[in-house]
């Protein structure tokens, strides 16, 4: 058997494309356009590279984009304070607070200052709590596009037996949620579950999301099993050679081996180019959601949990 490749940055490009129709729609018939506020506080190269890339991909879609890049020495009560302000702020309906944060800064308390209706990351102590009693929230962003990737392949997910292999509140815990509310049959397993094996073979869906380079083999996968793998894991990479300061280059691996999952598997995700393209095409869905719920108008379809 060799599995079908499901291919997250062609996903993620189609889910971009249904956000753009949508806001152009809004604007349209509404006159109104959605807003998202980056906010990031020093200067740690891969959250300015990626803020890049929101930033770009949000006026791509036609939405607003507000960044508010701040000094690395930001105090906690300015930074609340600029919070605050884009929580009052109308023309804002989504605020990302990039993470990391410097040390002397209370992550959980800044997240939590968040307006948990402009929360499009999802990890406001209230939508974690409204995820997780099954009512109306804002869903952390990867894994909504994780349960947007396994709708599109197997439409019905209902009875299914799926194993979450991590516990982390960013990508496990919800993604246990997600699929409980899609009717499957769910176990959180870890580095020390028993057995994990065993447990992993049972499993008609696995999505593994520990952050440990291709710690699941292709023998732990059940025979047709859909793999969604949301490791990124950078090791070194010696047949690639060196670098001009003669140190190894490295390549990027998930959480599972691929080469020996995708002769088991009946379809997995690739990394890179599996969940990773999905998190901002879904952050750019939760701002759409996030305004329609603000103005009262209908969600915009099949780009919500």
């Known amino acids: 058997m060799v599995a079908q490749v499901i291919d997250g940055k062609a996903f993620a490009a189609k889910v971009r494309a249904q956000v753009?129709?949508?806001?152009?729609?809004?604007?349209?018939?509404?006159?109104?356009?959605?807003?998202?506020?980056?906010?990031?506080?020093?200067?740690?190269?891969?959250?300015?590279?990626?803020?890049?890339?929101k930033g770009k991909m949000t006026v791509e879609v036609g939405m607003n984009s507000y960044e508010h890049k701040l000094d690395v020495d930001t105090s906690e009560a300015d930074l609340l304070a600029l919070i605050d302000k884009l929580n009052n702020d109308?023309?804002?309906?989504?605020?990302?607070?990039?993470l990391?944060?410097?040390?002397?800064?209370?992550?959980d308390l800044v997240i939590n200052s968040i307006d948990p209706a402009k929360d499009v990351d999802g990890f406001h102590i209230s939508n974690v709590g409204l995820l997780g009693t099954g009512q109306k929230s804002m869903v952390p962003c990867t894994p909504l596009g994780c349960l947007m990737m396994l709708r599109e392949h197997h439409g019905s997910l209902s009875g299914m037996d799926a194993v979450v292999i991590g516990r982390s509140n960013i990508v496990g815990k919800p993604m246990a949620q997600l699929l409980l509310g899609d009717s499957c049959t769910v176990t959180i397993a870890h580095s020390r579950t028993k057995?994990?094996?065993?447990?992993?073979?049972?499993?008609?869906?696995?999505?593994?999301?520990?952050?440990?380079?291709?710690?699941?083999?292709?023998?732990?996968?059940?025979?047709?099993?859909?793999?969604?793998?949301?490791?990124?894991?950078?090791?070194?990479?010696?047949e690639k050679g060196t670098?001009?300061?003669?140190?190894?280059?490295?390549?990027?691996?998930?959480?599972?081996?691929?080469?020996?999952?995708?002769?088991?598997?009946?379809?997995?995700?690739?990394?890179?180019?599996?969940?990773?393209?999905?998190?901002?095409?879904?952050?750019?869905?939760?701002?759409?959601?996030?305004?329609?719920?603000?103005n009262d108008l209908p969600e915009p379809e099949g780009l919500t949990a």
């Open 243 to 294: 670098n001009e300061d003669g140190s190894v280059k490295t390549r990027l691996v998930g959480d599972v081996h691929y080469a020996s999952a995708s002769t088991r598997a009946g379809a997995i995700t690739p990394v890179p180019g599996g969940v990773g393209p999905m998190t901002i095409a879904c952050l750019l869905a939760n701002t759409l959601t996030a305004c329609s719920r603000a």
């Open 20 to 53: 753009a129709d949508q806001v152009a729609k809004l604007k349209e018939e509404n006159g109104i356009t959605p807003g998202l506020a980056v906010v990031l506080v020093g200067e740690d190269p891969a959250s300015q590279v990626y803020v890049r890339s």
């Open 90 to 98: 109308p023309a804002v309906h989504g605020i990302l607070v990039q």
């Open 100 to 107: 990391p944060l410097p040390k002397h800064l209370d992550e």
């Open 195 to 238: 057995d994990l094996p065993d447990v992993v073979r049972r499993a008609d869906i696995v999505v593994a999301a520990v952050g440990r380079p291709e710690m699941v083999p292709g023998e732990w996968i059940k025979e047709g099993a859909t793999v969604i793998d949301v490791g990124i894991n950078r090791i070194d990479a010696p």
